[in-house]
């Protein structure tokens, strides 16, 4: 089937970026680009690894375009364009501890006897880990994660919390400075902040953390200290700790899974951490707290992988292969790792216990840990501090197993179709998972589907959601016998690249419980057609290696399309979710070989295809 395509003109721009038209203006919702995850120097990783300065004032002012001083290596740094909103997450255990140690010492002047003394061994202790360069691996052996994660409760928790003093004091003075700055930051209608931090569980050394935000202020924040790994590393019990917080101070909470690729299978699992079956009520509080995900960061990208999506051309993206863990190993990628398994898991979980835990909208952010959210190929901090310039990315004492600078993505983007730029509007648009990631590109992006859309209606984008569900919905019941329709609409980044393409992505399962998936090329730019193999020729290539520039003489400034599925089975349970390619430019690994004189990259590709997600719709029979 011939795909229905065409390019837009200033009506689609007008919409998407000032995200109304006449007589609209209550309904129709903006656009607005953030990044929910940003470490500062209050997180004890980030401070061991150099960022010693970069504390939560100075994010805020890097996202709202302002210029600042990089902590590492002292250069003044600027964001390409502002940031509409911000959630700066520091990890909840240790927050602020290495800082205000480090600084100011261990103030026990009141304590006792028992106390000052280990005060003087951890003032010693954490001194010694900066000074010597420590790096992460110190900050993952104080955790509670010993253990596999398959192992028995008693086994697992067993990590080395008795190897610092009680940081409570500590952690509440950093704490009541977090929620202080976020609200004296927060303008709303103008640049938003959220109170938040990260629940770093790491058992086994398998990543589960979450990214915990609330819509609430200073006074709601106050009334509770962070729920950290160190007070369970399951995640029922983070979210039992978010019911009863919630009910008891009245803020709204959100909890973001994140960086599922390295999870070693247990971030989307088939059964509890705890080993048990999944249950309704379970299920169900996974699918209330946790409505979005991280797809893609700077530790790669998550989507899926070409082990389980073999015949998708495109799956083998900023592919990360290194565990967080001092002794890694090889990486082994695993169903519960990646996104689209995911999708496809929850579909034959709702089929067993009625409730879909997956059912999850789609985010990037950047997971940066220099207080810079930074997801620019040219303009690209690091992960952390000291892997910030070309010449400190290598990796670590050659290492196979271990990450570098170059391994890191200069990823992502979470991008919000809200009423308004507040706290309550950009949470409630995560709530009901209006929501999308990018890889760094701000790629304008609507997904709207239903039973009621022909191809006249991409003339009229203004009735879209009078007529469907946006991205992150469930279709509404069917109507007669149609297959369900979708309109999708996507504008370049005016300061990025061209678009490849428009893809869907569908997965389901048939009545005997298999899984499947399919991508669909729906929209793509020139005169290109799909060969005798069905695949969609390549856009080409304008990336020069020597320079690193490209040019736009190639693909589209934007794409629409309305598509139907022509394999729909009104008897079977489907998710369906949009790719935008744009055309190939330089990665960050290119224009860093450049700069060094080199020929080529030293690690990892030298170009690379950003992208865009949207958050999936639902079919259910």
């Known amino acids: 089937m011939k795909p229905h395509f065409r390019l ?26 953030g990044d929910t995850h940003v470490h500062t120097a209050y997180s004890f990783d980030a401070f061991l690894n150099n960022n010693h300065s970069a504390t939560p004032d100075v994010a805020y002012r890097f996202a709202r375009g302002e210029p600042v001083i990089h ?18 997450a520091d990890h909840a255990e240790y927050l602020g501890v290495a800082r205000e140690v480090y600084y100011n010492g261990v103030q026990l002047e ?32 104080l955790l509670p994660h010993k253990g596999d994660p398959s192992s028995s409760a008693d086994e697992m928790w067993q990590g080395n919390t008795d190897s610092i003093i009680n940081a409570d004091a500590l952690e509440r003075k950093t704490w009541s400075s977090i929620t202080r700055l976020a609200d004296e930051n927060y303008n709303p209608g103008e640049f938003t902040t959220f109170i938040a931090w990260e629940w770093s569980s790491l058992p086994g050394g398998a990543n589960l953390h979450r990214v915990v935000m ?19 590393p399951y995640p029922e019990d983070l979210w039992a700790w978010l019911d009863s917080t919630s009910e008891a101070t009245g803020a709204e909470f959100l909890s973001i899974p994140h960086n599922s690729n390295i999870s070693k299978g247990y971030m989307f699992p088939e059964k509890t951490l705890r ?3 999944f249950t309704e009520e379970y299920a169900r509080k996974r699918l209330q707290w946790e409505p979005v995900v991280e797809v ?39 169903p519960g790792d990646f996104i689209r398994p995911a999708l496809k898991r929850g579909l034959s979980i709702e089929r067993n216990l009625g409730v879909n835990p997956y059912r999850f909208g789609l985010i990037g952010s950047t997971d940066s840990h220099t207080g810079l959210a930074t997801a620019e190929e040219g303009n690209f901090a690091g992960k952390l501090a000291r892997d910030s310039t070309p010449e400190t990315k290598s990796r670590e004492d050659g290492r196979k197993n271990f990450a570098s600078g170059w391994s890191m993505s200069a990823s992502g983007m979470a991008a919000v179709w809200a009423q308004e730029n507040t706290r ?22 609507q997904v709207y589907g239903g039973w009621q859309f022909a191809e006249a209606d991409l003339a009229t984008p203004e009735h879209w959601r009078a007529k469907g569900v946006p991205m992150g919905g469930l279709l509404p019941a069917r109507e007669a016998s149609a297959a369900p329709g979708f309109v999708v609409q996507a504008l370049k980044d005016p300061q990025s690249a061209n678009l490849d393409r428009i893809q869907v992505v569908k997965g389901w399962i048939d009545a005997d419980g298999q899984e499947h998936e399919v991508v669909y090329d729906v929209a793509w730019s020139g005169d290109r057609q799909p060969g005798s193999n069905g695949r969609l020729p390549a856009v080409g290539n304008t ?8 040019s736009n003489s190639i693909g589209a400034a934007s794409l629409s399309t309305y598509w139907s599925d022509p394999d729909f089975d009104d008897s079977i349970p489907a998710f369906y979710y949009v790719r935008v390619l744009e055309i190939p430019t330089p990665r960050h690994t290119l224009l860093d070989a450049i700069a060094l004189g080199e020929s080529k990259a030293k690690e990892g590709a030298s170009i690379i295809q950003e992208r865009a997600y949207s958050s999936p719709l639902w079919y259910r029979p």
């Not at 902590?71 to 700066?88: C, E």
């Not at 990336?543 to 490209?550: E, F, K, T």
Request: hydrophobic content about 40%; glycine content about 10%; cysteine-free.
């Open 214 to 232: 609330t819509s609430a202020g200073a006074d709601k924040a106050n009334q509770f200290q962070p729920f950290g790994s160190d007070d369970s």
């Open 8 to 33: 837009i003109g200033g009506l689609a721009f007008s919409l998407v970026t000032a995200g109304a038209v006449a007589g609209l203006e209550s309904e129709a919702p903006k656009l607005y680009w």
């Open 275 to 277: 080993g048990e079956p």
């Open 110 to 141: 009141d304590a006792g006897l028992l106390d000052r003394v280990k005060g003087w061994f951890t003032e010693r202790y954490i001194r010694k880990l900066i000074d010597g360069d420590g790096g992460f691996d110190a900050f993952i052996d």
């Open 71 to 88: 902590p590492y290596h002292r250069a003044r740094m600027q964001i390409g364009a502002p940031l509409d909103f911000i959630a700066i």
């Open 543 to 550: 990336v020069d290696l020597g320079s690193g520039r490209y």
């Open 424 to 445: 309550e509007a950009i949470m409630a648009a995560f709530k009901r998972r209006e929501v999308y990631a990018t890889t760094g590109p701000r790629i304008a992006l």
């Open 296 to 334: 893609t960061q700077i530790k790669g990208d998550s989507e899926t992988h070409p082990v389980f999506s073999p015949t998708d051309e495109f799956a083998d993206f900023e592919t990360y292969q290194f565990y967080i863990q001092q002794e890694p190993q090889a990486y082994k990628p695993e």
